[in-house]
């Protein structure tokens, strides 16, 4: 499926929703589920029936149902709960977990679960007496620091496993600097980052810029890129707006600012945006052989585990940081 232009309904909360469902729909398990539901669903209206519905509307180029259905789903999901892109994208993918979990039972792992779901291993060691305390986390996005020397968001990442000095009480020694390093044991098939831009990069005029690559590589997996989501922070209130890879390997922009009648499709090969926080989603590549691959995203099959990512994609996205 390729992405369809959804109509701005005006706010930050159907924002946030018009990108979430557009950087939802792009990932191909999520439109099977919802067509597969809508087939086998007895049950006389349930939210992943709405969703199915919303996506049947973006086909059909549907606007007036469109319209409704974005609504009616912002109404029951979220509200004015949240602030930001990255805590209702979080809570959308919550919502469509508890669904699929009443319909199927809660004893059945979700696709949500399936697609979304990792860990991570994080140790806390006292810089003081080396006390060390470690804990499992899962998540379903990962939030990356994005401090000021980094320039890709391989090196982003690849800052935070190494390990970062945190304010911490240690329980030993009760000295407050703590280093944490953490490791991704379980990697989803899709890898949803949201990476965090420090106050201090506010400051001053030089202009910044961190490149994001096709591709990515995290403990012995390659993924690659499917969508970025970003903030237009010289707008009250923030607009939020995506770039999609589509199927062809082309870009497309999606802004609801500024489609009115039809969809709308800009292709492009780079942007330069100024952005306070951004989003990314990846998918995976071939990290537990080709049947896996094949299961969930097989159109991927050339990106494989073994092979370190390859530095002539880094010029794919570049963001600049003022």
């Known amino acids: 499926m390729e992405p369809k232009g959804i109509p701005s309904l005006g706010g930050n909360g159907l924002s946030q929703l018009s990108v979430s469902l557009q950087v ?13 539901h ?15 519905k919303l996506l049947k509307s973006l ?35 919550s919502k469509l977990q508890d669904a699929q979990r009443t319909v199927s039972g809660t004893g059945k792992e979700s696709k949500v679960e399936e697609l979304f779901g990792g860990s991570q291993t994080v140790t806390g060691t006292c810089l003081n007496c080396e006390f060390s305390e470690t804990h499992l986390e899962p998540f379903h996005v990962l939030e990356i620091p994005l401090e000021k020397e980094v320039e890709t968001v391989q090196e982003a990442l690849e800052s935070y496993l190494i390990g970062t000095v945190e304010k911490s009480r240690c329980p ?36 910044r810029v961190v490149t994001i690559s096709d591709k990515l590589s995290v403990s012995n997996v390659n ?14 209130p923030t607009h939020y707006t995506c770039v999609l890879k589509c199927k062809t390997g082309s870009l497309v ?14 292709r492009f090969t780079r942007i330069l945006a100024t952005i306070d926080d951004f989003d990314q989603i990846w998918h995976e590549g071939s990290p537990r052989g080709q049947e896996h691959a094949h299961k969930f995203l097989g159109r991927y099959l050339k990106c494989y585990s073994d092979v370190k990512c390859d530095e002539e994609s880094e010029s794919a996205l570049r963001f600049g940081l003022a």
Request: proline share 3%; aromatic share 8%.
């Open 24 to 36: 939802l729909m792009n990932i191909s398990d999520i439109p099977n589920l919802l067509n597969r």
């Open 38 to 52: 809508i087939e086998e669903c007895t049950r006389a209206e349930c939210l992943l029936c709405s969703f199915g």
């Open 59 to 93: 086909v059909s180029d549907d606007k007036e149902t469109l319209m409704a259905l974005l609504k009616e789903l912002y109404e029951e999901c979220c509200g004015d709960a949240v602030n930001d892109v990255f805590d209702f994208f979080a809570l959308l993918l």
């Open 172 to 207: 030993e020694c009760h000295q407050n600097e703590a280093v944490y390093c953490a490791e991704l044991s379980e990697t989803p098939p899709v890898l949803c980052l949201h990476f965090l831009r420090p106050t201090e990069l506010n400051e001053g005029n030089e202009q």
């Open 223 to 236: 993924y690659q890129l499917s969508s970025v989501v970003h903030s237009e922070s010289n707008r009250q």
């Open 253 to 266: 922009q999606c802004n609801d600012a500024r489609v009115k009648n039809g969809s709308f499709h800009i």
